[in-house]
């Protein structure tokens, strides 16, 4: 085995002795956030901590790493927010502690709901706020626009999505170009969707990782190649030479 190779080999215990993972928080919010926590969760990601977020005590059912029921207090038996946005808003303050508490571990947080209904739209926009005044870590939010046909809905989304452009970076899906495929049922269109949602948060996290690895290595493994080197040399009783 070669120096390099030496070398690579101590890197890569290293990292897995030390735990050198990123530590992606999601938090999904509402009926629609759930389903593409549920998604996401049974297809599975590595280095991500899913959390559903609901008032709806069936977010149990969601196979996420976490669920949350939230609200009972305030909505007693009913099970959603029936659109409050402000009552979700309510409820999150309610729950800010915890919030901070898994956020405060998280390299990135990533947000998501489908926006114009109550628990969605208030309990991303009130988590924005919360992290925003308390936090520093970087978020992502990744929302879905209600149809067209959703007149009222669709409005409440796009004025809250004016509010989340000016606190996060973001991306957003519009239910309306589900239309523009009708030979595609809308469940699979909404898998679709699911998917690509996957597929950045995925991205996310081995980019998170590579800015890790390299700051890591910046930190230690400067000064540990040449510990390396010396008992390389050590070993095999020559100068390192480096191949
Ligand atoms: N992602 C997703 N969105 C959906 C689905 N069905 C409906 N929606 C959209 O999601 C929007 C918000 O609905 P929900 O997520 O159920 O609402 P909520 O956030 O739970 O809010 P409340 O129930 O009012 O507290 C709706 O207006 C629809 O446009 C679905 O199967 N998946
Ligand atoms: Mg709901």
Redesign the pocket.
Known sequence: MNLEKVKEEVRRMMNRELGIVPRIKVFA?????S??ADYISKHGLDDVKVIAV???ERVHEIDANKTMYVGKEVLGVHK?????VNV?EYIIDGVKAWILEEAKSADVVILI?????????G?LLETLRILREHTDVPVLSIV?L??SF?VE?RKTAIQVLEKIKGLSEYIVFD?DTMLKTPKVKVSTA?DI?YDTIYNIIAKVSNRTRKIIEMKFEEIYLSQLSTIVEEKYAEIVGEAPVTV
Do not use: Q
């Open positions: 919010f509402g009926g629609g956030g389903r593409v609901n008032t709806d959603d927010t029936n659109g409050e979700a709901a489908s926006l114009g209904g109550g628990m969605g739209t309990g879905i209600p149809f959703e809905r239910s909404y969707m």
